[in-house]
């Protein structure tokens, strides 16, 4: 295999190189204005140099033109966490979005260069109306929300723009107003670029990436580990084939991503993750100042680290399900909502996930913190901070603040959510340094909290799209 670009640049261009490969892998559409003007300057320098180490590390196919840059990925397994790509205002869509999405998608015609809000609603209506349970009724104000949050996803993105009226006025008046929108065709095409034609599968397993005919077993497992590397907060080796297990165990690979994006791999017995020090690099930022659910999970590592210090003996150690199982029952729950009327047999993609290595990993087995005591700990932080700390959503409900908090840890791989508490990962151990004090005012509405080590976990690496002020567009 040539050598990768990452390690043939000038050491005074290759901060400039990394950034735009962070960009490349953390956002999901660079056009001029988005994430940021100059982005795309940035990117574009690199475009060539990023689409072959791109496609040689990853398989990954990055279209870039004059006007956008758009990376196309290959994936190798479904992720639940991945959802910030569709959201607005830091608000996942709901299946009723998505569905409006696909929708409007569909009813931009290629010859139209323009088309009014008034004729867009007209367009989804009967298309809503003739998929049982979804619907559009002009007179309910969730199904409106929901349509005006797809227009504005749509707007951010530069499928569609704005030349006159307002979406806010029309929400908002009645049924009065419009407004007209311009469309970028170019920009459709990019967003809705499925890597199978999605008329033709069986199961939503068909999307996922097929096992490569023209490289050999261990270049195929070592492209997995890359992908696994830079999608995933961290990958334990009891979670993937033995094939995949002896790549990352080996030196190589993680150096290669390292030279790549600039992120510094941490080995530990049980796995390998890519941390980035300035805690961009991700979908969910952590630990940072964000909101309560944010800071009580990070003070609820720390009690955590504690308990693991002085009652470790103490505590049952159980195997982590493997992954596996998810995933088996995420491709169920997807797979359950598939219609198959207009599936064509002779041409589909088979329900099977491509294949794997028959033999099975060695589970990895991890503390078990019980329920009891998880709410044990939630309470003494609300006693030690004072219930007005945690804000008004939560003051009241610690026991939901509870549920937010480990649910943020599970998307983290910290956590292993099991019925009757939650197992400890061996990546929570890193934040053991995690400190946390008083607010400076009662009335703060924040929970100070500090990190030894100011490295933090890649995360997932969905597009991130809410601070427009970061490195990366934060989702």
Same mark, same amino acid.
């Given at each position: 295999?040539?050598?990768?670009?990452?390690?043939?640049?000038?050491?005074?261009? *290759?901060?400039?190189?990394?950034?735009?490969?962070?960009?490349?892998?953390?956002?999901?559409?660079?056009?001029?204005?988005?994430?940021?003007?100059?982005?795309? %300057?940035? =990117?574009?320098?690199?475009?060539?140099?990023?689409?072959?180490?791109?496609?040689?590390?990853?398989?990954?196919? *990055?279209?870039?033109?004059?006007?956008?840059?758009?990376?196309?990925?290959? *994936?190798?397994?479904?992720?639940?966490?991945?959802?910030?790509?569709?959201?607005?205002?830091?608000?996942?869509?709901?299946?009723?979005?998505?569905?409006y999405l696909c929708l409007l998608l569909a009813a931009f015609q290629r010859s139209q260069i323009e088309i009014s809000l008034a004729d867009l609603v007209a367009r989804l209506t009967p298309a809503a109306n003739a998929v049982e349970g979804l619907g559009y009724d002009p007179t309910d104000g969730a199904h409106k929300a929901a349509l005006v949050d797809v227009a504005h996803w749509l707007v951010d993105r530069g499928a569609l723009h704005l030349s006159d009226g307002s979406l806010e006025a029309w929400a908002s008046g009645g049924g009065q107003g419009d407004a007209l929108f311009d469309i970028d065709h170019e920009v459709c095409e990019l967003l809705f670029r499925p890597t199978r034609p999605v008329q033709h599968l069986t199961s939503v397993a068909g999307l996922l990436a097929a096992p490569l005919t023209d490289t050999s077993?261990?270049?195929?497992?070592?492209?997995?580990?890359?992908? #696994?590397?830079?999608?995933?907060?961290?990958?334990?080796?009891?979670?993937? +084939? $033995?094939? =995949?297990?002896?790549?990352?165990?080996?030196?190589?690979?993680?150096?290669?991503?390292?030279?790549?994006?600039?992120?510094?791999?941490?080995?530990?017995?049980?796995?390998?993750? #890519?941390?980035?020090?300035?805690?961009?690099?991700?979908?969910?930022?952590? $630990?940072?100042?964000?909101?309560?659910?944010?800071?009580?999970?990070?003070?609820?590592?720390? !009690?955590?680290?504690?308990?693991?210090?002085?009652?470790?003996?103490?505590? =049952?150690?159980?195997?982590? $399900?493997? !992954?596996? /199982?998810?995933?088996?029952?995420?491709?169920?729950?997807?797979?359950?909502?598939?219609?198959?009327?207009?599936?064509?047999?002779?041409?589909?993609?088979?329900?099977?996930?491509?294949?794997?290595?028959?033999?099975?990993?060695?589970?990895?087995?991890?503390?078990?913190?019980?329920?009891?005591?998880? %709410?044990?700990?939630?309470?003494? *932080?609300?006693?030690?901070?004072?219930?007005?700390?945690?804000?008004?959503?939560?003051?009241?409900?610690?026991?939901?603040? /509870?549920?937010?908090?480990?649910?943020?840890?599970?998307?983290?791989?910290?956590?292993?959510? =099991?019925?009757?508490?939650?197992?400890?990962?061996?990546?929570?151990?890193?934040?053991?340094?995690?400190?946390?004090?008083?607010?400076?005012?009662?009335?703060?509405?924040?929970?100070?909290?500090?990190?030894?080590?100011?490295?933090?976990?890649?995360?997932?690496?969905?597009?991130?799209?809410?601070?427009?002020? !970061? +490195?990366?567009?934060?989702?």
């Open positions: 295999m040539p050598r990768l670009h990452a390690r043939t640049i000038a050491p005074a261009d *290759l901060g400039s190189y990394q950034q735009a490969m962070r960009r490349v892998l953390t956002c999901d559409l660079i056009t001029a204005a988005r994430p940021r003007p100059g982005a795309l %300057e940035q =990117v574009l320098r690199w475009a060539d140099e990023l689409a072959d180490d791109l496609e040689r590390l990853f398989g990954y196919t *990055l279209v870039a033109t004059t006007d956008h840059v758009r990376l196309v990925r290959e *994936l190798d397994a479904l992720d639940p966490t991945q959802r910030q790509t569709f959201a607005r205002r830091g608000r996942p869509f709901d299946r009723r979005r998505l569905a077993p261990r270049e195929h497992a070592a492209r997995r580990a890359r992908r #696994l590397l830079v999608e995933q907060p961290v990958v334990h080796y009891a979670d993937v +084939e $033995p094939a =995949v297990a002896a790549v990352l165990r080996g030196r190589g690979v993680a150096e290669d991503l390292a030279r790549a994006t600039g992120l510094r791999v941490e080995r530990r017995a049980e796995g390998v993750l #890519l941390a980035d020090p300035a805690g961009t690099f991700t979908d969910r930022p952590f $630990p940072g100042r964000g909101g309560a659910v944010n800071r009580t999970a990070g003070l609820l590592l720390a !009690k955590v680290a504690d308990l693991l210090e002085t009652s470790l003996a103490a505590l =049952v150690r159980l195997p982590v $399900p493997p !992954k596996a /199982l998810d995933q088996a029952e995420l491709i169920r729950l997807v797979d359950a909502g598939l219609p198959r009327e207009g599936v064509v047999d002779a041409l589909a993609w088979s329900a099977e996930p491509p294949g794997r290595d028959t033999e099975a990993p060695v589970p990895l087995e991890v503390p078990l913190v019980e329920r009891a005591r998880w %709410e044990t700990m939630v309470h003494e *932080l609300f006693a030690e901070f004072g219930p007005s700390s945690f804000g008004g959503a939560w003051q009241q409900d610690p026991y939901g603040l /509870l549920d937010a908090a480990l649910e943020l840890l599970a998307e983290l791989s910290l956590v292993r959510p =099991v019925p009757g508490g939650a197992l400890v990962l061996p990546a929570a151990l890193r934040y053991r340094n995690i400190q946390g004090a008083l607010p400076e005012r009662a009335d703060a509405g924040q929970l100070p909290l500090g990190l030894a080590d100011p490295a933090a976990p890649t995360g997932d690496h969905g597009p991130d799209n809410a601070d427009p002020q !970061k +490195e990366t567009d934060d989702q």
